[in-house]
């Protein structure tokens, strides 16, 4: 049951996040999507891979990967998150 609830918290998260960022400029994609994958995805989706390997396999493994993903996506998150501030708009010449 948490591992279902895990998940439809970061499919959520991702639909929301495409929704509200439909039609809007590219930098404040990347902002919004970096946060949405810091808070969002990363907790959640480490939580479900990590719990799901740990019920497959049948040892405590799963509490490592959680460990492990868990920075890897947070750290993405912020990478797409620090791309989005540090763009620059592109002007226009004529």
Not at 20 to 30: A, I
Not at 67 to 89: H, M, T, V
Request: with cysteine; proline share 2%; aromatic share 12%.
């Amino acid at each position: 049951m948490a591992i279902a609830v895990a998940l439809c918290i970061s499919i959520f998260g991702s639909m929301l996040a495409h929704r509200l960022t439909k039609g809007k400029s590219r930098k404040r994609k990347l902002i919004f999507w970096g946060i949405t994958t810091m808070i969002a995805i990363a907790p959640f989706l480490s939580f479900t891979i990590g719990l799901t390997y740990a019920l497959i396999v049948r040892s405590g493994w799963g509490i490592i990967i959680m460990w492990y993903l868990f920075p890897i996506i947070f750290i993405i998150g912020l990478g797409i998150l620090l791309l989005g501030i540090f763009k620059e708009k592109r002007r226009e010449t004529i």
